[in-house]
């Protein structure tokens, strides 16, 4: 692989090339889902229809299928009855090239190589246009050093990947994923074991990338917050189901977290964004 110098001298502000994401508005869509692991069912005749040009958050409690509706969605995973269909085909039938320019996603913790270059995994985004006989190309390079500086990773595009902080790292991940230039963007837990600080660095950028490029971005997420703060959408899962989906302002209420966590709250507007704020009431906080 061809890498790509961080002395690049384009405008810090060029969007990645959106290779397939110039194409038609996606179509991400699960029906009567069923998926399970060996004899363990978990999730049952679930139906998705994802937002097109959106961000969506799927929440819930532990254990309650999240990330499994993910890897779905992401054809990872093969469902046991109902399919998932992009742009109007079944995505277990299409060939994984088409989809991988149709698609990306990030999963929970990825690893990469020792010693693996920040640029070089970046690079990696641009498997899914290589070809026996169309190798590194310009569009190539300029795929890599535009999603380098999307996510503010072009300082640091020769450093090794496991050399670099939490927050970091995880922005080289993201990097490599808006590099491959897909329309949607899977997220799983993108902001598991950062700091706060890094946390909201992460979902600025998300935001970013959704609003700069008008990528799809689907994301589960485990703070209720942070989803009602970043999401335009949220789906909320109880059980394997979605018990309730929308705007989180016509969403999330006292009822639904009680009903879905089991936790007693007050519901109030987040000062700073308008949105839901969840206040938890514990047995030592209960105001009783």
């Known amino acids: 692989m061809t890498s790509t110098s961080s002395t690049d001298t384009q405008s810090p502000h060029t969007p990645a090339?959106?290779?397939?994401?110039?194409?038609?508005?996606?179509?991400?869509?699960?029906?009567?889902?069923?998926?399970?692991?060996?004899?363990?069912?978990v999730v049952e005749d679930l139906d998705l229809v994802v937002p097109p040009g959106r961000i969506s958050a799927i929440i819930g409690a532990n254990a309650c299928g999240k990330s499994t509706l993910l890897r779905a969605l992401a054809r990872l995973l093969p469902p046991r009855g109902g399919a998932v269909h992009l742009d109007g085909r079944a995505i277990h039938s299409m060939p994984t090239k088409q989809v991988a320019r149709r698609l990306g996603i990030l999963?929970?913790?990825?690893?990469?190589?020792?010693?693996?270059?920040?640029?070089?995994?970046v690079g990696q985004g641009r498997a899914p246009y290589q070809t026996w006989w169309r190798q590194w190309s310009s569009a190539d390079h300029d795929a890599v050093a535009?999603?380098?500086?999307?996510?503010?990773?072009?300082?640091?595009?020769?450093?090794?990947?496991?050399?670099?902080?939490g927050g970091q790292r995880q922005r080289a991940w993201i990097a490599m994923a808006v590099a491959q230039g897909t329309p949607i963007l899977l997220l799983d837990e993108p902001t598991t074991y950062l700091d706060l600080a890094h946390q909201i660095d992460v979902l600025d950028l998300v935001v970013d990338l959704n609003r700069s490029e008008g990528r799809t971005v689907v994301m589960v997420l485990h703070d209720l917050n942070q989803a009602c703060r970043y999401a335009d959408h949220v789906v909320?899962?109880?059980?394997g189901a979605i018990v309730a989906e929308g705007p989180p302002g016509e969403v999330v209420d006292a009822d639904l977290v009680e009903e879905v966590f089991g936790l007693r709250c007050q519901i109030t507007a987040d000062p700073v964004a308008g949105t839901p704020l969840v206040i938890p009431m514990g047995r030592h906080h209960s105001g009783e």
């Open 17 to 41: 090339p959106a290779d397939a994401a110039a194409g038609p508005e996606p179509d991400l869509r699960a029906s009567g889902l069923r998926l399970a692991y060996e004899d363990r069912v």
């Open 146 to 165: 535009a999603a380098l500086r999307a996510t503010g990773m072009l300082e640091h595009a020769d450093r090794p990947v496991d050399e670099l902080s």
């Open 236 to 239: 909320v899962m109880k059980s």
């Open 107 to 121: 999963p929970q913790a990825p690893v990469a190589p020792e010693g693996l270059t920040v640029v070089d995994l």
